[in-house]
Structures are given as C-alpha cells and as structure tokens.
C-alpha cells in the first residue's frame, strides 16, 4: 500500500491528479492528513473539491512554532506508519509536514518519493527552502517539475526523474470547477 503524507492546502491540490491517476490503473492508496492546514475553507472544504475521499488518517495537529508542529507529526507519524505498515510514502511540497512524514519514513525504513523536488528559491531564511532541501536530500525517488529541478538536483548528486508540474495537472483536471466568475478582463492569476 502507498501512502501519502499531506497537511497544507497546495498539498491537497497536488494530491488530486496523483491520486486519480492511481485510481485509473487500481493502484491501492491512503491518505494521512497532518493537520497542518486545519480550518474547513483550508482543508475539508478541498478535499470535497477536487473529489478526494476523506484522509483515511488525520492527525489533527493544528497550528505552532515549527520546531514544535515538526516534532509532534513526527511522533504522529510514526504511530501511523507502524499501524499502516505503507510500501512507499509518498509527499509533497515543501512544507513541515513533507519534512515530518519523509524524516520520519526513512528513519522506519519506509521508500520516500518527493513529488515537487528540486525547487530551490536558494534562500534558507525561508523555513520552506528547509524543508525541500532536507527532504531532498533523505528521499528515495525525486519527482521534478521542470527541467530546471532535475537539474538542480543533478548538481546536488541528486537523480531526479521529469514528471511535468502536478499543480499544473491540477489545472488542467478541474478548471471546470471554477464556475462563473465576475471578472470579464483578461486577468493574470498568480
């Protein structure tokens, strides 16, 4: 079984097309939600969105320093993944509960897979930049988004593998939902 480690909006919408391209060829998954992002227009309110089932696991960890919020889904991590008993976790991003559930896996000897990997901003006074490089670093499979991360990566001594940009999969799958909208100008969304 494959399990994906999620807990922040951008999360949940790169999960979508991962998870109904699974669906397409009866690939067994599960999802555990940190908590990260917790508030219903953050969260639950995604997930019935874009169609995904309700996190088969929620840790609900809410909101606190990084250092503490870290610690506590590494702890919550390893009871699921010792319950779970997963072939491969796979996570996204770069957030702290990408961090937490990569850390945590390799630690259990549990595969990890990094989808989003090789993104580097190059300033490490952003805890997100922490959190891509680290998990880079400890993941098994790189999965890239762009040419540019595959070869960041490849600078690093890192083999990453181009798979195109899951957000923008994302788009593409449910630009339908969008509705009507206001704006009647061409508009740049960004």
């Known amino acids: ?14 999960l979508a097309p991962v998870v109904r391209a699974f669906n397409d060829v009866n690939l067994s998954c599960r999802v555990l939600h940190t908590g ?9 309110l995604h997930f019935s969105t ?3 089932h309700d996190p088969d696991v929620h840790l609900g960890i809410g909101s606190d320093s990084h250092a503490k919020q870290t610690a506590k889904m590494l702890e919550a991590i390893e009871a699921a993944l010792t319950s779970l008993k997963p072939s491969l976790v796979i996570v996204y991003g770069d957030t702290n509960s990408t961090l937490a559930g990569a850390l945590c896996s390799v ?9 989003e990997a090789g993104v580097r901003s190059f300033d490490r006074s952003m805890p997100e930049e922490i959190n891509r490089v680290l998990t880079d670093r400890i993941a098994d499979y790189h999965f890239c988004p762009t040419r540019t991360s595959v070869d960041l990566l490849k600078a690093e001594g890192i083999p990453g593998i181009l798979t195109g940009d899951v957000m923008y999969d994302a788009l593409l799958a449910y630009e339908k939902i969008s509705g009507d909208h206001p704006f009647r100008d061409p508009f740049v969304l960004a």
């Open 107 to 115: 630690k259990m000897g549990i595969p990890v897979a990094h989808v």
């Open 50 to 52: 874009l169609g995904l």
């Open 36 to 44: 990260q992002h917790y508030d219903y227009s953050m969260s639950d």
């Open 1 to 14: 079984m494959i399990l994906h480690i999620v807990g922040a909006r951008p999360q949940f919408i790169k």
